[in-house]
């Protein structure tokens, strides 16, 4: 299983960023993926999943309404869409595959979890 997150970068307050999450050695259809991001000082926090066949689908409280999770299996892909982006959503972006539906339920890791490179996502005040 390998994971790499991308499309981190530096925006304002407000603005929008799209993270990718490129899936390899794995069938990716029988996998949930999440989003997490963890702070400096701040524990990891689960930000978003979506299941394999995209029908259960989980956001943390902070960004319903704001951040959009998509998958396209064809192509092993994963995107985060993120909106209003506000100082409190910078973080390291983390993006992780588990094979059960833990994940999607409480937006949290499992043993079984497995988690690629993070990108950084920094929004300036």
């Known amino acids: 299983v390998q994971l790499q997150a991308s499309g981190g970068g530096l925006v304002q307050t407000g603005g929008s960023l799209r993270l990718s999450c490129a899936a390899s050695?794995?069938?990716?259809?029988?996998?949930?993926i999440g989003w997490f991001r963890q702070a400096p000082g701040k524990e990891r926090e689960g930000v978003s999943c979506?299941?394999?066949?995209?029908?259960?689908?989980y956001y943390a409280e902070s960004t319903k309404g704001r951040f959009t999770i998509s998958r396209d299996n064809a192509n092993n892909m994963v995107y985060l869409q993120m909106s209003s982006l506000n100082p409190e959503d910078t973080a390291v972006y983390y993006c992780?595959?588990?094979?059960?539906?833990?994940?999607?339920?409480?937006?949290?890791?499992?043993?079984?979890?497995?988690w690629g490179r993070g990108t950084q996502v920094t929004v300036s005040s």
């Open positions: 979506i299941s394999g066949g995209s029908t259960d689908i």
């Open positions: 992780a595959a588990d094979p059960g539906f833990v994940m999607c339920l409480n937006g949290q890791a499992t043993v079984s979890t497995t």
């Open positions: 050695g794995f069938p990716m259809d029988y996998y949930a």
